[in-house]
């Protein structure tokens, strides 16, 4: 990511965050001639003990100087939590994030990591690279979600799928919670590697092929880890509701870890169960 298209990144960031507020939330009154949603510009520059030029010029994507101390207070001003405070300041100083080359191998998933989704044998698992490529899943995950063995190499990445596959769309009830989780990681990842051109390819590439796309992701939160709450309506297996949590793998691929675990209270385990019976799991 060049200078410009950080700083045009930050400008949407900062915009959106500020679009979010009320100003009821913040002590300010609602006024009558709001022409946009949130506050206004010199609204956020009083909140964060700022001028109003240089607020309007770091919202604008100008580059100009800025200190942590006070990008802490624009922060607070937009009433940001930890994972958003990490892609502003990703996106606010230059050389904040990390620049690797788009990886050519393909990834290797290690016999630990194998075992670990081998024997999370009712739970689905998928784990997927900093770009959201989808390079391992169990059993489950495939008769849950859809046999990735049968999907080319290059187009296997959860982004794409969510918003190309009708599959998704039909299995998801909240289809639209589901996408905006992967966004949020998406974007977290966006903001970490700044340095990585690739980013901004695939999202011109999606932008320019699904209208949805381009609002969710104007949309979308930042979250490094988020939990979503999913109910799917199986062909096979009917109702079946799942908690995703994500979690880090620890080494150089930089791997995520997302696991379905059947919701409680719920006969989802034992539906899956039944499905691997079927199927011959």
Not at 17 to 31: C, D, F, H, M, W
Not at 152 to 164: A, D, G, K, V
Not at 225 to 245: D, I, N, S
């Amino acid at each position: 990511m060049n200078a410009q298209v950080r700083l045009q990144a930050l400008s949407a960031f900062l915009k959106g965050q500020r679009a979010k507020i009320s100003p009821e939330s913040v002590g300010l009154p609602p006024g009558t001639r709001r022409r946009t949603p949130g506050l206004r510009r010199e609204e956020v520059a009083q909140l964060a003990g700022v001028s109003t030029t240089w607020y309007t010029w770091l919202e604008q994507g100008r580059d100009i100087q800025v200190s942590s101390s006070v990008l802490d207070c624009v922060a607070n001003a937009l009433q940001l939590n930890a994972d958003e405070r990490r892609y502003l300041y990703s996106l606010a100083f230059e050389g904040g994030g990390e620049a690797h080359p788009v990886q050519q191998e393909a990834v290797q998933i290690s016999p630990s990591l194998q075992k670990i989704m081998t024997e999370l044998r009712l739970c689905p698992v998928v784990i997927s690279d900093r770009m959201c490529n989808i390079v391992g899943w169990n059993r489950a995950a495939a008769l849950v979600f859809l046999d990735f063995d049968r999907i080319p190499p290059e187009e296997r990445n959860m982004i794409r799928l969510l918003f190309t596959r009708r599959e998704f769309r039909r299995l998801a009830v909240n289809w639209e919670q589901f996408a905006s989780g992967y966004l949020a990681m998406f974007r977290s990842y966006y903001g970490q590697y700044v340095g990585d051109e690739w980013y901004d390819r695939f999202l011109e590439e999606m932008k320019r092929k699904n209208p949805d796309f381009t609002r969710m992701w104007e949309e979308s939160q930042v979250s490094y880890a988020p939990e979503v709450h999913l109910e799917f309506r199986h062909a096979k297996a009917g109702k079946m509701v799942y908690e995703l949590t994500s979690l880090k793998v620890y080494g150089n691929a930089d791997l995520r870890c997302s696991i379905y675990t059947p919701a409680p209270d719920t006969n989802t385990e034992a539906k899956l169960r039944q499905l691997m019976e079927e199927m011959g799991s």
